[in-house]
């Protein structure tokens, strides 16, 4: 399988918790004024890659205590989405994905549901500039939330991530 990528960085601190492999998604429907990842957005640009390629930098890359998917929005490309997220966790890889929609949204979506069911947190919303907040852990804007994957799916609701 292919996907549309931005661009990865092997070690992060900044994208999650603990060392953190990144993979930015190309595309972004939301096109939130002054996100931190402008050149994401453009769903013509981008390079296509093989995932399974990708997994391989991942999985041969030391020192890792997770992955974070960002973008872009992961989201537009579900299917990679839920391949990278599920050929990571059984590393013992945390995964944490980063989108424009709400997990309420997420909830009641077959296709977005299915991409998440490997993810462990997400930071869900849009960022809002005039929101924008260097005090809240991980997240951009103070909209935005923390998610406890598997609780919500498990629940069928939005159950916020406890630090």
Same mark, same amino acid.
């Given at each position: 399988?292919?996907?549309?990528?931005?661009?990865?960085?092997?070690?992060?601190?900044?994208?999650?918790?603990?060392?953190?492999? =990144?993979?930015?998604?190309? /595309?972004? #429907?939301?096109?939130? !004024?002054?996100?931190?990842?402008?050149?994401?957005?453009?769903? $013509?640009?981008?390079?296509?890659?093989?995932?399974?390629?990708?997994?391989?930098?991942?999985?041969?890359?030391?020192?890792?205590?997770? =992955?974070?998917?960002?973008? /872009?929005? #992961?989201?537009?490309? !579900?299917?990679?989405?839920?391949?990278?997220?599920?050929?990571? $966790?059984?590393?013992?890889?945390?995964?944490?994905?980063?989108?424009?929609?709400?997990?309420?949204?997420?909830?009641?979506?077959?296709?977005?549901?299915?991409?998440?069911?490997?993810?462990?947190?997400?930071?869900?919303?849009?960022?809002?500039?005039?929101?924008?907040?260097?005090?809240?852990?991980?997240?951009?804007?103070?909209?935005?939330?923390?998610?406890?994957?598997?609780?919500?799916?498990?629940?069928?609701?939005?159950?916020?991530?406890?630090?």
């Amino acid at each position: 399988m292919e996907m549309k990528l931005a661009g990865e960085i092997k070690h992060s601190l900044v994208n999650g918790p603990g060392i953190r492999y =990144v993979v930015f998604f190309q /595309g972004c #429907p939301h096109q939130c !004024p002054g996100c931190q990842n402008p050149e994401t957005h453009d769903f $013509r640009e981008g390079t296509i890659v093989n995932i399974e390629g990708l997994i391989a930098r991942i999985s041969g890359t030391k020192y890792l205590d997770g =992955v974070t998917l960002s973008g /872009g929005d #992961p989201l537009m490309q !579900p299917e990679a989405c839920a391949e990278i997220a599920a050929a990571v $966790r059984p590393m013992g890889l945390n995964v944490w994905l980063y989108t424009g929609w709400t997990m309420d949204d997420i909830l009641v979506d077959p296709v977005k549901r299915a991409a998440v069911r490997d993810v462990n947190v997400i930071v869900d919303g849009r960022f809002i500039q005039t929101l924008r907040s260097e005090t809240c852990l991980w997240r951009g804007s103070s909209n935005q939330r923390l998610i406890d994957v598997q609780k919500s799916l498990e629940k069928n609701e939005t159950v916020e991530y406890m630090i």
